[in-house]
């Protein structure tokens, strides 16, 4: 054994006359499939927006008109507004690999006590809606302390709060409704959302004009700053993002917070887009949130995707209900298309992840 | 002389295992110290327990004489120890820029970084080519490419990169040749003698002997969570070597670790 101890050098020099450069990070020949999930690798959000111009051009094909006008268009948007902002709060979570099913009773929740306090305690409307702002975002905040700081599973903490959310908002409203004309006569601003303008036969709501600047901001805070690279970097492996420098648990708090605060100015939405502040409404966003980042190509498993393609997702939702009601079918269609595309959307990341082998 | 970075009576319990069992340790200025010792002996929790990222239940850690209390990896960072992981801790589906920039971002100047907290892409894609470069790791067109499209040697050498690049008082190495060709393997350790030039110690990880007796100025030996002692690679054969880590051979009793 101990002849082996010197001389160190001498196993390499048998690689002493190749050339030089190692490890050079070249670009091999991918074929023309391997260049396609390379591109999508580095452009998530691409195949969304391809399914929904297409979905776009054949319900316009097919429907003519009646579709394809910009009232028809921007009808389409004013239905997916909810659920376009809830699925930019639930991108943020989904992104670091987590998954929020309280969003729907967030958004709720807070909706009730911007309601609430200005008709029962009398406050001024604004500063109900800042304490609506302030609840959802400490909702949040209890569920990002749960997940980060107990490390209790995301799915099971928002199962969780979820349930209690919903309940305590049923008990604090009584199950009451606050009716659109009392809201108009005495808060306005609590409508603030619905209120809608014409450009050319396309009718903007601010609700609309909120949820597309929100996700503008949202895909450029998180392409083009620190945070942004840290969410995904936690999603992706919180472990070795903890080891290069990121602080997870802030960044973890901060998902949870800013999700529960997103959710909370989805409440001020909704009482826009119905007009009553209504305990019972906004069942469904949880589902209907993660079905729109679903097939917005965001994975489940965390840190890939464009908060882009849940728009897209969310949109895609909306032409495909409108299109497919306007064509007189059985709405079940809408749920059974939805359906493919969700389990399509999954399909298609699993095959972009492969790019890593 | 006094250490650069010294630990004492380092202990540290993972459930029933003791990963490190009142451990010593010490880096002298300028130079570079292998550790080696059979897997699991504990070498990568005493790296962990000088950096940050694991916790001692026990003990006390200095640097440059200051009684140390790191908290997290970014503690142990601003103290300016860096260190390359033996799972590299990397985020595959981000930029190589990414990776080397992670918890310490450059920002554009001006409001456009102060306002709107812009990161400055160009200036960091920059300074991750060059450090490359210097590694022999050309990457011209590709800086932006993921990680996980890497392979293990790319990766690993991305690592090294980023620990040189911005350790200013110690660079930790836990084994950064176990997934390096051979050729790669040399550029790393040419790197290391690069930084061991500028004046920045160097604590080499590694099971691969020649490379060890190669760079080290001093091998700590560890066994069984503890310093075992301590050897100049003068002094003794590499099978010396293994024989103190395996247990085949008594240490000698000069070298004994205190
Ligand atoms: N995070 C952990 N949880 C539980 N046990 C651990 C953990 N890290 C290390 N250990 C145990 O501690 C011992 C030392 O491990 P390690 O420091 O990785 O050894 P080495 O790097 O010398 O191979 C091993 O028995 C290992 O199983
Ligand atoms: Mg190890």
Known sequence: ?357 | MEPILKGRNLVKRYGRVTALDHCDFDLMPGEILAVIGDNGAGKSTLIKAVSGAATPDEGEIWLEGRKVDFHSPIDAREAGIETVYQTLAMSPALSITDNMFMGREIRRKGPLGSVFRMLDRPAMEKFARDKLNELGLMTIQNINQAVETLSGGQRQGVAVARAAAFGSKVIILDEPTAALGVKESRRVLDLIQDVKSRGIPIILISHNMPHVFEVADRIHVHRLGKRLCVIDPKDYTMSDAVAFMTGAKEPPEQDRAA
């Open chain 1, 1 to 357: 054994m101990s002849d082996t101890s010197r001389q160190p050098d001498d196993f390499e020099a048998a690689a002493k006359g190749s050339p030089e450069q190692v490890a050079e990070f070249e670009d091999h020949h991918r074929g023309f499939m391997g260049t396609v999930q390379h591109f999508l690798h580095m452009n998530p959000s691409l195949v969304p927006l391809i399914v929904l111009v297409a979905a776009i051009l054949i319900f316009g094909a097919l429907l003519g008109a009646k579709f394809f006008s910009p009232f028809a268009l921007t009808l389409i948007l004013q239905q997916v507004q909810i659920v376009g902002i809830v699925a930019a709060a639930q991108s943020l979570v989904i992104l670091t690999a987590g998954i929020d099913l309280s969003v729907g009773a967030i958004m709720v929740m807070s909706s009730v006590v911007m309601g609430q306090f200005t008709f029962r305690y009398g406050l001024p409307p604004a500063v109900a809606i800042l304490c609506g702002l302030a609840i959802g975002t400490a909702i949040g905040a209890v569920n990002g302390f749960l997940v980060s700081r107990v490390k209790l599973p995301p799915f099971i903490v928002t199962l969780g709060m979820w349930q209690i959310v919903l309940a305590a908002n049923f008990l604090y409203s009584q199950n009451e409704t606050i009716r659109s004309q009392e809201i108009e006569a005495n808060a306005p601003i609590l409508q603030l959302f619905g209120a809608k303008f014409n450009v050319g036969g396309a009718v903007f709501t601010v609700g609309v004009i909120f949820m597309l600047v929100l996700v503008l901001v949202l895909a450029y805070a998180l392409r083009h700053t620190a945070w942004g690279r840290h969410v995904y970097a936690v999603g992706d492996d919180p472990e070795a993002a903890e080891l290069s420098g990121v602080n997870v648990h802030r960044t973890l708090m901060s998902v949870y917070m800013l999700s529960g605060l997103i959710c909370a100015f989805a409440g001020w939405a909704l009482i826009g887009r119905i007009g009553s502040v209504s305990p019972t409404s906004g069942q469904l966003a949880n589902i209907e949130s993660i079905t729109a980042v679903v097939i917005g190509g965001i994975s489940l498993f965390g840190g890939r995707g464009s908060i882009l393609g849940s728009l897209f997702g969310a949109l895609i939702v909306g032409v495909f209900t409108l299109g497919l009601r306007l064509l007189g079918a059985d709405a079940q269609w809408t749920f059974l298309l939805i359906g493919m595309l969700i389990i399509a959307a999954v399909a298609v990341d699993q095959w972009i992840r492969k790019v890593a082998a």
